[in-house]
């Protein structure tokens, strides 16, 4: 009999320590979606005049190197995007965050943040910008986080 509370006990103590251990990634992960959005608002700040626009499920635009030659404010703004969408995770394997890693843009794919089917999209509402950043942790249920800020 003891030995049957026992083996209970030590149970119910694994899927406790299992549990914590999910929950200590999903707040990692909320942690890194914040920086991730709030990234990106940034550079729209510094950039107000560039086009950040882009929806969920948008691929990163083709990659323009505003690292080597100077750009305009649109061309600034595409790669700022594209660094930006290539670091949320989705999109690591594309051309343009290829382009991104070799210039110098973003870091090898191993080093790079990034979110489990991460995502995101960028909204204007007059001087009103919103970002939301979409990621897909283990159990399966997408979250979305949503920051909104004047530009």
């Not at 005049?49 to 061309?75: M, R, W």
């Not at 939301?132 to 283990?138: G, I, L, S, Y």
């Amino acid at each position: 009999m003891a030995a049957l509370v026992m083996a209970t006990g030590v149970l119910g103590a694994s899927a406790l320590q299992t549990e914590g251990l999910r929950a200590n990634r999903v707040a990692l992960q909320r942690s890194d979606s914040v920086q991730l959005a709030w990234s990106i608002i940034d550079r729209i700040r510094v950039n107000a005049a560039g086009d950040y626009e882009v929806a969920l499920g948008d691929a990163p635009p083709a990659f323009t190197n505003c690292i080597a030659v100077t750009c305009s404010a649109n061309d600034l703004a595409t790669f700022d995007v594209a660094v930006w969408k290539c670091s949320l995770g989705n999109w690591s394997e594309t051309n343009s965050c290829a382009a991104a890693q070799s210039a110098g843009a973003i870091p090898p794919l191993e080093l790079r943040p990034g979110l489990p089917a991460g995502d995101g999209s960028i909204e204007y509402n007059g001087a009103e910008v919103t970002v939301a950043v979409r990621w897909r942790p283990d159990d399966g249920e997408p979250l979305t986080l949503r920051v909104s800020s004047r530009s």
